[in-house]
């Protein structure tokens, strides 16, 4: 079994009939070991995205998980990482759209962005992601 951070951008939590519509996805496809709304504060985001600092979209990216309170669940089931970043389609939300129509992001994220959701890309990643969203939870 594998664990990863699955995390629903502000826009996407505004939206009660597509977040329930995620809800209900992971649901059906994971063991959800935690999940509480967060409210992302600027040391929050500094921490989660630091890799990105410098990049040419940190500072909208930071802003807008900002913006308003986000969602995060640990997910488990085997190849979970995987898994969870089949379901939530690609990063660009114009390929996803063309690429995986029926993904999340193809059907709740508006920009690249805005693009609904967020999922570790390792085992590394979502040990630390989880660290820092779920600072109580043991691994």
């Given amino acids: 079994m594998e664990i990863t951070l699955a995390l629903i951008k502000p826009h996407v939590l505004r939206n009660a009939y597509a977040f329930r519509q995620i809800e209900t996805l992971i649901g059906n496809n994971f063991i ?4 509480k709304k967060v409210c992302v504060t600027k040391e929050l985001s500094e921490r989660f995205y630091a890799e990105h600092e410098g990049k040419f979209f940190y500072h909208r990216l930071s802003s807008f998980m900002r ?73």
């Fill in 67 to 139: 913006s308003g309170p986000c969602y995060a669940f640990i997910l488990q089931s085997e190849s979970c990482i995987v898994k969870w970043r089949q379901l939530m389609g690609p990063t660009k939300v114009f390929k996803a759209i063309h690429s995986e129509p029926s993904s999340i992001r193809a059907l709740y994220g508006l920009s690249d962005t805005r693009n609904a959701c967020h999922g570790s890309d390792s085992e590394k990643s979502a040990i630390r992601e989880i660290a820092i969203l779920f600072p109580e939870f043991k691994i």
């Fill in 32 to 35: 959800v070991l935690g999940a």
